[in-house]
């Protein structure tokens, strides 16, 4: 079951975004330097979707409303890929490659040795044909066997480090600044907001305040084993899975770290990855509101749907609402 | 290795507290209504001690200090058990027993079922005999093999019906009235305050918000595996630990659920619990202090010692501060 999943995550690391032609990052060249509005929403167009998001807002939060939410169950949880920020490129697969980069770097002999070989020279069969125990060792050497003060040093050095392939833009400039605005509204209106990612947990929380103004500890994202070394004093990352933080697994990540149901989730289609946590919200006592993102847009960004539409027709009959991003948001791109 | 951590945590459960007749719960005759002061530790009797967590404050919050502390960083965190409340009665083992008599209330033909039947005669021969098979039989039927929100419902329920045997005082009222000044002192300062708890998670997490101004997502606790019910849509609760939340597995616990270091962590000697989450706290970069409760105060509360005086010895090595109860706190337990 763990080999499995390990399968799974590494393929996604590896292959997810392979449509690179498409990509669509430069920021969208509107500015919002006009100053002060009372629009809390300035990114996103005027219409259904904006008024329903700021309907439900007032609603839950005027006191002695019926449908009145106390602050403490005022949670909201988005994912990160394809939601906060573009999918493509993976910014879990760049980071996995940036760090097979440095430990040849360090070690050159890694540059003739599997797995680091095939990563270094794109060599898809390699995966296909090892099977779990290549992608294992992969992830295990590049995720694990440090302590956490190693492999957060690592990730910091990785968001200095990178820009976007072929683009010279920093990383926090594929982030969708329409749900920046969203994120800093229901702040505004005293939700706590997390991200709850398929994503490695730490490598989210490595920027999660800079970027999302999200602390560390409301992230929660698929994790490794971490056993406690007295003697040195620190935490060591395991080579083994503890949470692989997707699908149905997102209201157990939601569970042990949040421990209660979101009222307020955001997620997008794509990868089927959010249906769970959309409708885990729908089932709260409170009214709840579940949003998912549509990439529709292939000027701005991408366009892109699931082969079986799971997550739209998921969306359509369960009346979430949608984000169709051509549409509904002004601008796309966090500024540069 | 599971079984052995089952086993201990049953132990725990069952036995841990068994010197009942040492029981002062009643709060002290010391009241603390003398209307608003300075002092933001009104139940702290002056002294170094008190001088000395002042300080910490004072220097790690002053900005431009060599010492400051952003406050993405101020992270406390607070063993419960022993250190915000008395741990006699271990109120985890109280909660274990009430579940058992409910069910039995529910279904009386458990009453002859075992280890329905032991519990119920307090029969600890059994347990010691049966090992790990009726132990694990006892916490799989009494915490888990049912959804979150059924679990969580007894949870509230027990916390409403239960007194304090042979006081007839709430639970509450074993709290200690120092240490919940002392929370609201580092929340004032910028401090984020977790509990970080050998107890079931969300055992705790049905009370932190409102015994300690604590929400539920920053307590970390013993969890068990949970897998969600997309028909049901209902995170289910599997009868198989998945983290118990003790001595070196505290620092894995805070890795998980807060991602960083505690500058500030606060443990109670009696069990060794907490050596390893205030060493791990003082590998902190940040300046840090790290806290521990001596069990002293026969009158007012309990005295009672590790065999090897792990804590207090590693207290003394590590200079850690000590609460002497007896001469540290004015006042014990929180107001009736």
Known sequence: MVRKIFFLLIILFLFASCKKSETHIAPSSETNKSGITSDPLPSWNDGVLKKDIIAYVEK????????????NNRIATFDNDGTLWAE????????????????????????????????????????????????IELVAAT???????????????????TKIPGKETPLRNIRYQPQLELLKYLRANGFKTFIVT????????????????????????????????????????????DLFNDKNTKPVGIQLHIGQRPVFACGNEGGSGDIAMLQYSQGNKYPSFQLLVNHNDSIREYKYQEKDNASLNAASKNKWHVINMKDDWKKVFAGE
Request: charged residues 30%; glycine residues 8%; without cysteine.
């Open 60 to 71: 839950v939060t005027k006191e002695g409303s019926p449908d009145f939410i106390p602050v």
């Open 88 to 135: 493509k490129p993976l910014i879990q697969e760049l980071f996995a490659f940036y760090r097979v980069k440095k430990m040849v770097e360090a070690n050159p002999a890694l540059a003739q040795k599997q797995p680091f070989k095939a990563v270094l020279e794109k060599d898809k069969s390699y995966f296909e044909k090892g099977g779990d125990k290549a992608l």
């Open 143 to 161: 995720h694990t066997g440090m302590s956490e003060d190693e492999f957060e040093a690592s990730v910091a050095e990785f968001f200095k480090d």
């Open 198 to 241: 398929g994503g490695t947990i730490e490598v989210v929380r490595g920027i999660s305040e800079d970027f999302y103004g999200i602390p560390k500890e409301q992230v929660v994202g698929t994790s490794f084993k971490y056993k406690y070394d007295p003697i040195k004093n620190v935490v060591q990352r395991e080579p083994s899975l």
